[in-house]
């Protein structure tokens, strides 16, 4: 990509009002980013919601001077990036309506033809949680093409980022600032590790320091990247069931591990399982069963067909659908047979437990 449009994908991060979507939209009306800023105001605002607050801020000349500063540290410091328009741009990443125009990594990151998960939780992990992060890493310690991404926060974040080291994996830790500090400053003493097994991603600035308000960047980074999200524990509100709300906007599996009714860090979980947005996992076994990630397919989780199926009335519209149709994702078969997806994800584990049908990844349904 040429200079003037790199500065230009910048100037777009740096302006207020201009995300990921509307810079997608700018750049495909105009043919290039650097051509946006050549274009007459009247003609921008042609395009569908473009306003008069962004054409303001849109050609404030200040972003483009600090864009101008940022792309001038990125070649002293030799920062790599990665832009939406790259052939090597995460396939994963690529696919989600909001992602980066622009993000930085550091490390030694291949996501090329991975499995990839996200690990994400409270910071406040109690034994159960570490412990079942920990083994779950260790049982899927043989997919050795899996790579671990999650946030570098305390608790089950850098669990997750600990075991997959221990156990030679690949992990990525995506940044809610950038790149020329780590927070918190306590994990400082294993970026190394991380960076020689995998490394960091951020869309953020050098400049910009820690914020929450750049959890929601941070998070849907996490939850777009990964072909499956994992979350181990929450309370009944957190960041985690934030970035599992992402990966099932995405059509993406997202899993959790239950727990007690009265446990504070499993209520979000137990909801999560409760309301259909996640699968319950207990082990390693349950996430290759349904990413069909198994290794060894005679050994692969079965369930006994019974010779005589009862099907009730609805059931039979499902299947009835899926054998004209043929492999279909859940919101597909809704809009199919029109039923609501809560219900329809009940039919759908039912005759998952009959034998007649069988998951696939992204949501996708099949006969069996």
């Known amino acids: ?47 569908e919601r473009i306003g008069s607050v962004i054409l303001q801020h849109l050609f404030d000349p200040v972003h483009l001077r600090e864009a101008e500063k940022e792309w001038r540290y990125i070649q002293d410091q030799q920062i790599r990036y990665h832009t939406f328009f790259d052939a090597d741009y995460p396939a994963n990443l690529k696919q989600i309506i909001d992602a980066p125009i622009l993000f930085f990594s550091r490390g030694n990151i291949d996501l090329a033809n991975k499995k990839i998960i996200s690990i994400v939780g ?62 918190p400053a306590s994990h400082k003493r294993y970026a190394s590790e991380v960076e020689a097994k995998g490394g960091f991603v951020t869309e953020f600035w050098h400049q910009s320091k820690f914020d929450r308000k750049n959890f929601l960047g941070r998070n849907r980074i996490i939850a777009g990247l990964a072909d499956a999200t994992i979350v181990v524990e929450s309370a009944h509100k957190g960041g985690s069931l934030v970035t599992a709300d992402m990966a099932f906007s995405y059509s993406r599996e997202v899993f959790a591990l239950p727990g007690r009714v009265d446990d504070t860090y499993s209520q979000g979980c137990n909801r999560l399982i409760k309301t259909d947005k996640a699968r319950l996992i207990t082990s390693a076994s349950d996430l290759i069963y349904y990413m069909n990630w198994d290794e060894q397919p005679s050994q692969a989780k079965t369930i006994t067909p019974q010779l005589f199926i009862e099907l009730t009335p609805e059931e039979e519209v499902v299947t009835h659908y899926l054998e004209a149709q043929g492999k279909q994702t859940l919101d597909d078969i809704a809009k199919g047979c029109a039923l609501p997806v809560y219900k329809l994800s009940h039919l759908l584990f039912q005759l998952e437990m009959k034998g007649v049908v069988r998951p696939l990844p992204g949501k996708q349904f099949v006969m069996c």
């Open 1 to 47: 990509m040429k200079e003037e449009d790199l500065i230009a994908l910048l100037a777009l991060q740096h302006t207020p009002n201009v995300g990921d979507v509307t810079a997608k939209k700018l750049i495909a009306h105009c043919g290039s980013p650097a051509a946006i800023y050549q274009q007459k105001k009247h003609k921008i605002a042609h395009i």
């Open 122 to 183: 409270t910071r406040q992990a109690t034994s159960y949680g570490i412990g079942f992060c920990e083994k779950l890493v260790e049982e899927l310690a043989h997919l050795h093409d899996l790579v671990i991404v999650s946030g570098y926060a305390y608790g089950i974040d850098i669990t997750a980022h600990r075991s997959a080291i221990h156990h030679g994996l690949q992990t990525v830790a995506c940044l809610a600032h950038g790149l020329d500090t780590l927070y």
